[in-house]
């Protein structure tokens, strides 16, 4: 005869319990800590609005918000040779973008080519751009070579986000699994094929951030076209913010120019977040789905 023992019930488990459990690699901090985390997060805050506070305060006191400081921003001369100073940024910042990413992927091939002097020559140009001075090369190529500042301001920034780029793309292919490669030449690819087909595709995702971040500092460059001579945007606000007869509003004009920019650089990171969530749902890159187990067809003879 048997007799069955009754279990005592196990008591219920914890938030802290499951939290423990949940990961081996961090632990959740206490109430004394979130407490104390709380605080940080207030005095932080707290001094953020102070110093915020400061700067209204300093700006007020210095008059930069009178009517004659902000006037010239309601002329329509004014209003058009900000528009046109944009306009340029714009097209130095197109020219540099897609020179820029071409010298990189043609500086990408010869560092990843198998043959020596091929790859030496590649290398050394990609070190001695990164290494020189953007202003400097600008200022060679407008000076010395007596370019006009157009094709001097791309040609400076090409060069260098050109020479960075092509390290970006060189580790981007080199960070893909060394089975992918090794996979595609055992079916009989060919070189080309394989970076075009099998490498090039998975180191997208892996570069674009990279890419995105070089491409802003490349539109942020577009300023230094201004000491060329260069009617960009910030050219264009140098000249609003020097003019005697609106008090020189410096201030001002930093305050109307500065949102582009960000307003332009946090667009480039939407476009580069847009571009990634697009790859996730390409066909050719989402993962196939594979059918649950199911009994096969027994061979003849088979049980």
Same mark, same amino acid.
Do not use: K
């Given at each position: 005869m048997t007799s069955t023992a009754s279990k005592a019930p196990k008591p219920p488990r914890t938030a802290k319990a499951s939290r423990s459990d949940s990961t081996a690699l961090y632990d959740f901090p206490g109430p004394r800590t979130e407490r104390r985390h709380r605080w940080y997060g207030v005095l932080a805050t707290a001094a953020v609005a102070a110093l915020?506070?400061?700067?209204?305060?300093?700006?007020?006191?210095?008059?930069?918000?009178?009517?004659t400081k902000w006037t010239p921003f309601e002329y329509q001369g004014i209003q058009d040779l900000l528009l046109r100073g944009l306009g340029n940024t714009l097209k130095a910042f197109a020219y540099a973008a897609v020179f820029s990413l071409a010298l990189g992927a043609v500086l990408a091939c010869g560092r990843l080519s198998e043959h020596p002097p091929l790859r030496w020559l590649a290398t050394a140009l990609v070190e001695f751009f990164r290494a020189m001075p953007v202003l400097v090369m600008i200022f060679f190529i407008f000076v010395a070579l007596k370019v006009h500042a157009l094709p001097a301001l791309v040609a400076g920034l090409t060069l260098y986000n050109g020479s960075v780029l092509a390290e970006v793309f060189r580790t981007g292919v080199n960070s893909v699994e060394r089975g992918q490669r090794e996979a595609a030449y055992a079916l009989g690819m060919r070189k080309t094929q394989v970076m075009t087909y099998v490498l090039v595709p998975q180191a997208v995702r892996a570069m674009l951030p990279t890419i995105i971040s070089q491409l802003v500092v490349a539109l942020k460059d577009t300023s230094l076209g201004y000491l060329i001579t260069y009617e960009e945007f910030l050219h264009a606000g140098k000249l609003i913010a020097s003019n005697l007869d609106y008090d020189l509003p410096f201030i001002p004009v930093v305050? +109307?120019?500065?949102?582009?920019?960000?307003?332009?650089?946090?667009?480039?990171?939407?476009?580069?977040?847009?571009?990634?969530?697009?790859?996730?749902?390409?066909?050719?890159?989402?993962? +196939?789905?594979?059918?649950?187990?199911?009994?096969?067809?027994?061979?003849?003879g088979g049980q």
């Open positions: 915020f506070g400061w700067l209204l305060y300093l700006l007020f006191a210095t008059d930069q918000f009178t009517a305050m +109307v120019i500065s949102p582009i920019y960000i307003g332009m650089c946090m667009l480039l990171s939407w476009f580069a977040h847009w571009l990634a969530g697009r790859q996730r749902r390409n066909p050719r890159t989402e993962a +196939v789905g594979v059918a649950p187990a199911s009994p096969g067809t027994l061979l003849p």
